[in-house]
């Protein structure tokens, strides 16, 4: 006798279990893509940034610092008195709004940052890093002779985030000049 037998699953799973695994899968993928390409890619762009940023307002300063001697006799070594400085004094205003007579374009000393123009109003942007907004150091090389304090003719801007540095308190050929120049 030939009897046709007709097999049949009995473990055969339900559809919403294959559905299931595959967005299991489908959201796995997702987050190994994310994690081994898009998430490092977005740091190192912001590392970059931050770099570029810091040492733009870094540029600022030394600026600010040269255009503070020229008018005091001596660097400083307080920003809040350089922010000032850039924020009232007359000439820090006109050495901005210079416009060069054949050419049209602005000659004033001063870099524009990455998402703005540079503007003295805008202080706060020289006073700190981007990246942890701590302020950038400055020191002047001071001494003091029989209780009179003498300010010298050097100075150092530094990153707190370690991005580079401007001048030198030591070596007089490195002043006014940026470590990343």
Request: glycine letters at 4%; hydrophobic letters at 35%; a positive charge.
């Amino acid at each position: 006798m030939n009897f046709l037998v007709k097999k049949t699953n009995t473990n055969k799973e339900p559809w919403y279990i294959h559905a299931g695994l595959y967005v299991i899968i489908i959201i796995l993928s997702y987050i190994l893509v994310n994690v081994a390409f898009i998430e490092p890619n977005k740091i190192v762009n912001l590392e970059k940034y931050y770099k570029k940023e810091s040492r733009l307002r870094m540029l600022n300063l030394r600026e600010a610092e040269i255009l503070y001697k020229q008018k005091h006799g001596n660097f400083t070594d307080k920003i809040d008195d350089l922010i000032k400085f850039l924020k009232y004094d007359k000439s820090v205003i006109e050495s901005i709004s210079k416009i060069d007579s054949v050419s049209k374009e602005s000659l004033t000393p001063f870099k524009n940052l990455t998402k703005f123009i540079f503007s003295p109003k805008i202080y706060d942007s020289l006073r700190c890093s981007p990246k942890s907004f701590r302020q950038y150091k400055i020191s002047v090389d001071t001494s003091t002779v029989s209780e009179t304090t003498i300010i010298g003719t050097k100075y150092v801007i530094e990153c707190p985030d370690g991005y580079g540095k401007i001048g030198d308190l030591l070596n007089e050929a490195l002043k006014n000049t940026a470590s990343w120049e």
